[in-house]
């Protein structure tokens, strides 16, 4: 039903070569390039730029794709709305999550979704919070996990509220016994992801006038909790991001409480198919077994 430069299009941009689409969608090079330039001549402009590595978008192909993606999107819409009509679950669902619901979420979503949904596909694209409301925005993901404040101009459904803790070497006891507070936390060196991956616990330690001086980075969570296992720094991190991760450390909570609220973000557009509607419904399913009341969202 979609329209074949369309798709050609959309899969030379994800794979970054005329080869890797050609195989994606079980064509020749030769049909893939064939169908780049026919569109091309249609719009009368180049869309890629090709060098010895593959291809780069131009900054008029750039400035399509999210219109192209909004029609392959809308057709997928009106095919799982006639396979409904029709009795059949069929389509695909495209989530983005970042790393910690990647590891603690997505597994008991997709095996229920697919209990309940067998003919639906579903991919997963990990990054970052940035990265997934960019995706989102294109319609290049479906359902995407990120953080308040989000794009207003995307459906926003806030999730749950993420406490975040002070994570110290097992030698270490705040003064109070319990909780830290800023004297606890003066003069030491604390260990962040870098990016926009750690902007809320970044404002935690601002909110505790933490020195930017005081200051090192790390690749992922685990390492940070290795880092200050090993007496090399400290740590904040949100409670879900701790749930999956093993090492000996103290795990204290702020004596001035701060917590991110974790969301999804959909397309308007895509937000609409049946698909996608399923998934989010197996999302709150799943979020309010886990979490009860502490949800943020309706009860529907």
């Given at each position: 039903?979609?329209?074949?430069s369309?798709?050609?299009?959309?899969?030379?941009?994800?794979?970054?070569t005329?080869?890797?689409a050609?195989?994606?969608l079980?064509?020749t090079?030769?049909?893939v390039s064939h169908?780049?330039s026919?569109?091309?001549?249609?719009?009368g402009?180049?869309?890629?730029?090709?060098?010895?590595t593959?291809v780069?978008?131009?900054?008029d192909?750039?400035q399509?794709?999210?219109?192209?993606?909004?029609?392959?999107?809308?057709?997928?819409q009106?095919?799982q709305?006639?396979?409904?009509?029709?009795?059949?679950?069929?389509?695909?669902?495209?989530?983005g999550?970042f790393?910690?619901v990647?590891?603690n979420?997505?597994a008991?979503?997709?095996?229920d979704f697919?209990r309940?949904?067998?003919?639906?596909?579903v991919?997963v694209?990990?990054?970052?919070?940035?990265d997934i409301?960019?995706q989102?925005?294109?319609?290049?993901i479906d359902i995407?996990f990120s953080l308040?404040p989000?794009d207003?101009?995307?459906?926003v459904?806030?999730?749950i509220?993420?406490?975040?803790?002070?994570?110290?070497?097992?030698?270490f006891?705040?003064?109070?016994?319990?909780?830290?507070t800023?004297?606890?936390?003066?003069g030491h060196?604390?260990i962040l992801?870098?990016?926009?991956?750690?902007?809320?616990?970044?404002?935690?330690?601002?909110?505790?006038?933490?020195?930017?001086?005081?200051?090192?980075?790390?690749?992922?969570?685990?390492?940070?909790l290795?880092?200050?296992?090993?007496?090399?720094g400290?740590?904040?991190?949100?409670?879900?991001a701790l749930?999956?991760?093993?090492?000996?450390v103290?795990?204290y909570?702020?004596?001035?409480?701060?917590?991110r609220?974790?969301?999804?973000?959909m397309?308007?557009?895509?937000?609409?198919s049946?698909?996608?509607?399923h998934m989010?419904?197996?999302?709150?399913?799943?979020?309010?077994?886990?979490?009860?009341?502490?949800c943020l969202?309706?009860a529907?």
């Open positions: 039903m979609s329209n074949f369309y798709e050609v299009f959309r899969a030379v941009v994800e794979q970054g005329f080869i890797q050609a195989n994606k079980n064509v090079p030769s049909a169908s780049v026919q569109l091309e001549a249609a719009l402009f180049p869309l890629f730029i090709r060098n010895r593959g780069e978008l131009t900054p192909g750039a399509i794709l999210p219109t192209v993606q909004s029609i392959l999107n809308l057709e997928d009106l095919t709305i006639a396979d409904n009509i029709n009795g059949l679950n069929t389509g695909r669902v495209r989530l999550a790393s910690s990647s590891t979420w997505l008991p979503i997709i095996l697919k309940r949904y067998p003919d639906v596909d991919s694209m990990q990054g970052s919070f940035n409301v960019a989102v925005r294109t319609g290049a995407g308040l989000a207003s101009t995307l459906v459904t806030p999730l509220k993420d406490p975040i803790y002070c994570l110290t070497p097992t030698t006891t705040p003064a109070n016994g319990h909780d830290m800023g004297a606890d936390m003066d060196t604390f992801q870098r990016g926009d991956y750690d902007r809320d616990t970044k404002a935690a330690l601002d909110r505790y006038h933490v020195d930017t001086n005081s200051l090192n980075y790390s690749i992922d969570d685990q390492s940070i290795s880092m200050v296992e090993s007496g090399l400290w740590g904040i991190l949100p409670r879900l749930t999956k991760l093993t090492g000996s103290n795990v909570p702020l004596a001035e409480p701060f917590a609220t974790l969301c999804l973000v397309n308007p557009t895509t937000q609409k049946p698909s996608v509607a989010l419904t197996v999302i709150k399913d799943f979020l309010r077994r886990e979490y009860g009341d502490a969202f309706d529907k």
